[in-house]
């Protein structure tokens, strides 16, 4: 049978309160795991969704809002950016974002046209873009936001480059808007899918997955049964052997 030394107050309080804060953060863990859940259920809904006047959205940082949107103006000519070493399955390429003029408006949008696969020349990794549509049309798209652009090297890539279109391993809205010279609007058009693109559009929202926060939560309600566990072993109380107590 278990038996344990009289705690004093100072180690059942700090046990009780270690256990009880790595519980809440486990809770909360699984409250963001079923969030994003609900995320993902939505942003796969969202193509499907009734289209909004893009202007309805504009202005508000879209962060997980994912409307679908029509836009209407043009493309601005000779200027796109391709962000390198992205990957759709087990192919490596760019995703190709473009500058998007919108009708009576000053500012400019960014468009994700979608991914293409790196070209064959080991000198330059550019893949040839299809031309852009000339003239005014309208885009169907999600209003999303940036991709976090992850670990800046070597300075400001595409400030160097004179050639168009430029590449870089490193891509955010305000690094764009200065090599422009351009207000831009805070969130980004991923354009709806189509089979007859030349681009991959497999879209997903950039987040921590579900399964990780999942993960997260089982760190922390382990961290709680360790804090217990300690506080036993080092409490438990260690019998003397029968026959030393014989004797």
């Given at each position: 049978m278990l038996r344990l030394r009289r705690p004093s107050w100072f180690a059942v309080l700090l046990t009780l309160a270690g256990i009880a804060f790595f519980v809440r953060l486990?809770?909360?863990?699984?409250?963001?795991?079923?969030?994003?859940?609900h995320l993902l259920a939505r942003f796969a809904h969202a193509t499907d969704a009734p289209l909004i006047p893009?202007?309805?959205?504009?202005?508000?940082?879209?962060?997980?809002?994912f409307a679908h949107i029509a836009v209407h103006g043009h493309y601005l000519p000779g200027r796109a950016y391709m962000w390198d070493d992205?990957?759709?399955?087990?192919?490596?390429?760019?995703?190709?974002?473009?500058?998007?003029?919108?009708?009576g408006h000053a500012r400019l949008v960014?468009?994700?046209?979608?991914?293409?696969?790196?070209?064959?020349?080991?000198?330059?990794?550019?893949?040839q873009m299809p031309p852009l549509p000339a003239g005014e049309l309208t885009l169907h798209g999600l209003y999303a936001s940036m991709p976090p652009p992850g670990l800046k090297l070597g300075g400001d890539q595409i400030a160097r480059q004179k050639q168009w279109p430029k590449l870089s391993t490193y891509l955010e809205l305000s690094q764009i808007s200065r090599d422009l010279d351009q207000r831009l609007y805070p969130g980004i058009v991923l354009l709806d899918p189509n089979p007859k693109s030349a681009y991959l559009r497999d879209w997903t929202p950039t987040f921590i997955p579900p399964a990780r926060h999942q993960a997260y939560a089982f760190q922390w309600f382990s961290f709680a049964a360790a804090a217990l566990v300690i506080f036993i072993v080092l409490h438990r109380r260690v019998e003397p052997p029968k026959n030393d107590r014989q004797d």
């Open positions: 486990g809770i909360w863990q699984l409250d963001r795991a079923a969030y994003k859940e893009f202007a309805q959205v504009s202005d508000t940082a879209p962060h997980h809002a992205q990957t759709i399955g087990e192919q490596v390429g760019v995703d190709v974002y473009v500058p998007f003029v919108v009708q960014i468009v994700n046209l979608g991914f293409l696969p790196h070209g064959n020349s080991e000198l330059d990794r550019r893949p």
